[in-house]
């Protein structure tokens, strides 16, 4: 696959247009990771959710996590997929690939950790004035880490920080002392697992339809309860490296909006996560595009976009 060494043209971070077009080329076609087990952890209850502007329901028949299966708002079985670790993925339609195929050696990385073990203390849902990729973007990089986020810092090195990309996902390395600390993952589009400090935290990033808008939900789990001195420490530290990152992703999609930024190139070494997730959605909605230009003008018709090319071709892609 070809390396893009310039950003993702600025419309694309504010075009509704565009984000219908990821909708059906990204989103439909992506597994998401909805979080550990633990998020979902009585029988019987229904947990409604939405991605995409696809709603559905995660419940579980029993005690048992591995009863847990998601539903869409008809009461069809969605598919999904339980890691052997406590990890609950979801794919939004049919047209998504196996998970296996759309994570190949996933599996084996998150298998180094007992997520059932951790609890969610504390669930936050809001919504952030900021495209899903705004939010991506921050996540994918460390370059501002030295900046943007001292006290992180001075734990976690940001000079040997480095990404290293897989299929659909990539994964952080950092060093640090702890030895609890080690597991930072970014899977593609939306969403994020981090094992450190002690906790698990994950945030999922849900587009809206105003794509200069979305719904974070970060979730923090602890084996530590809520309140304690343990719990509390690590959600403070972990909550302020999010605020930070969520003020950078508001200030930047403010010069989005209003046309300051049109598109910059990245850092080969320290941005390539960046370069690889944009990469992946440059493809996708560019495979989209063709596909629906073969087909059929009344179906074609039906949908709500037909993009130009000339907004999916990126020049600077060598
Ligand atoms: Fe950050």
């Not at 991605?51 to 969605?78: C, P, T, Y």
């Not at 702890?178 to 849900?206: C, E, H, K, Q």
């Amino acid at each position: 696959m070809d390396v893009c060494t310039s950003t993702l043209p600025a419309s694309w971070y504010t075009s509704n247009d565009l984000y219908t077009l990821e909708r059906r080329a990204v989103f439909y076609k992506s597994w998401t990771l909805l979080g550990p087990v633990t998020k979902w952890p009585n029988a019987g209850e229904d947990y409604p959710n939405e991605i995409a502007q696809v709603h559905f329901i995660v419940r579980r028949a029993s005690a048992d996590w591995r009863s847990l299966k998601v539903f869409s708002l008809n009461g069809l079985e969605m598919r999904s997929h339980l890691s052997p670790t406590g990890l609950l993925f979801l794919a939004l339609s049919d047209e998504a690939v196996s998970f296996e195929e759309f994570f190949p050696g996933l599996e084996e990385l998150i298998a180094k950790a007992d997520f059932t073990q951790y609890l969610l203390r504390r669930p936050l849902k809001y919504t952030t004035k900021a495209n899903w990729k705004t939010m991506v973007d921050g996540y994918q990089e460390c370059l501002h880490c030295a900046y943007a986020h001292p006290a992180f810092a001075k734990v976690y090195s940001p000079v040997s920080y480095k990404v290293v990309n897989h299929k659909n996902y990539s994964q952080h390395f950092t060093c640090s002392e702890n030895p609890l600390d080690g597991l930072f993952i970014y899977m593609f589009p939306n969403a994020t697992l981090s094992l450190y400090a002690g906790g698990v935290t994950s945030w999922r990033i849900m587009p809206q339809e105003d794509a200069s808008s979305s719904v974070m939900e970060f979730d923090y789990y602890h084996e530590a309860e809520a309140g304690s001195k343990e719990f509390e420490d690590y959600f403070k530290f972990t909550r302020t490296v999010a605020l930070e990152d969520l003020e950078l992703a508001e200030r930047a999609q403010i010069n989005l909006n209003i046309g300051i930024y049109t598109e910059g190139l990245l850092n080969p070494n320290k941005e390539n996560g960046v370069s690889y997730y944009q990469t992946q959605v440059l493809d996708m909605c560019s495979a989209q595009y063709e596909k629906e230009q073969e087909q059929d003008t009344s179906s074609s018709a039906q949908r709500p976009f037909t993009p130009k090319i000339a907004q999916m071709t990126d020049p600077t892609c060598a």
